[in-house]
């Protein structure tokens, strides 16, 4: 591979902010809900770089195919994977990618596709644009990349209004924000030179068991159920990214729940779980079920009477579940855990994925 920057090149990032920014001359974008990817194209060489300097080529092959018919012959171009399902994002769709089996990845290949969302021109040819203004890179970007069914530059606007009103109605098709960045900015990798805005809001959660810290007998994360409307708990996630003095008063703070909190639990049965289909199509998983991404990783739980409820702060649903950690804000004394329902949850109103894509 024969370019102006070779991989891994890390990402630029963005640091959260509350509103959106309305300085002079932004840009805004949508924040997509995927793999960040940096796509080193070579020819028929083609690399697709992650934010963890990982290589998610053997993972997208239908990705690889597709940006060689849209990209130019020699570029670096940063953007995100995604997978559509319908009129929204598929954010577990997209988990289920990360497959070791080369037979599995080639038929996730066919039954989701990825899609990817180009948003910023780092290099072309021989030239890097790493110290270009990103006014100029995207116009740049807008006129090399041939959009495809596959392939998509993002939306962008300098009117603040619009990316207001995109924060609100993008949601509903599976996005998770705002992203600004000034016109004048280079491309710095690593560096959270961007800003970005995301939907937060809280829950009050049944707190059902917790995980010990990998680091020794203190608190590692929470697990949050809420019940829904058969009345069973449901497993939404988890809280965690506590500081570690937090982490040992919580030892002390929950061993009342711990005694005798496996008779008549409703995850009892944990360490035989699996993946169910719930009968709206959603999928629920038990505290106990493998992990993912790492097939060793231990995920055995100590179980606690399903009484004490915790408000947490969280910014979207994937499915019935929590897209990303919850963040603990306070113990809800004053809330009976069978109040905990799915009722609390503010859903967006769905919007048509194909209209983000079309800018």
């Not at 840009?27 to 998610?56: A, H, Q, T």
């Not at 790493?130 to 890179?137: D, H, I, K, L, S």
């Not at 809420?226 to 937090?246: C, E, K, N, T, W």
Request: glycine letters at 8%.
């Amino acid at each position: 591979m024969d370019l102006p920057l070779l991989p891994p090149v890390k990402p630029m990032l963005a640091k959260a902010v509350t509103k959106v920014p309305t300085a002079e001359g932004m840009f805004y974008e949508p924040k997509w809900d995927g793999f960040r990817c940096i796509v080193f194209r070579d020819g028929d060489e083609v690399e697709l770089g992650s934010r963890n300097e990982r290589p998610l080529t053997r993972y997208f092959p239908e990705v690889v195919e597709a940006v060689k018919a849209a990209l130019p012959e020699r570029c670096v171009v940063d953007g995100e994977i995604v997978v559509p399902n319908g009129d929204r994002l598929h954010f577990e769709a997209l988990l289920q990618r990360i497959h070791p089996a080369e037979s599995r990845i080639r038929l996730l290949a066919e039954q989701t596709p990825a899609s990817f969302v180009a948003f910023d021109l780092l290099a072309i040819g021989d030239e890097s644009l790493m110290e270009t203004p990103f006014a100029q890179r995207r116009a740049r970007l807008q006129e090399v990349v041939t959009g495809t069914d596959s392939v998509h530059v993002t939306a962008i606007t300098q009117d603040p209004d619009t990316a207001q009103r995109w924060f609100q109605e993008f949601e509903g098709a599976g996005l998770d924000g705002v992203v600004a960045k000034p016109a004048d900015l280079p491309y710095g990798p690593d560096q959270r030179l961007m800003t970005k805005v995301k939907h937060v809001r809280t829950a009050d959660c049944v707190v059902a068991g917790f995980r010990w810290h990998k680091s020794g007998p203190i608190v590692g994360s929470l697990l949050l159920g809420l019940y829904d409307d058969s009345g069973d708990l449901q497993h939404i996630g988890v809280a965690a990214s506590f500081p570690m003095a937090r982490r040992a008063e919580l030892v002390e703070e929950l061993a009342p729940y711990r005694a005798e909190a496996l008779d008549g639990h409703p995850w009892q049965d944990w360490a035989n779980a699996q993946v169910v289909n719930g009968s709206n199509g959603d999928e629920h998983r038990m505290p106990g079920a493998q992990s993912r991404w790492n097939a060793g990783k231990d995920l055995s739980w100590v179980p606690m009477r399903p009484e004490l409820v915790v408000e947490v702060k969280y910014d979207q649903l994937e499915g019935r579940r929590l897209r990303h950690t919850g963040q603990f804000l306070r113990w809800r004394p004053d809330r009976e855990a069978r109040s905990c329902t799915y009722d609390q949850l503010e859903v967006p109103v769905r919007y048509d994925l194909a209209e983000v894509f079309d800018g």
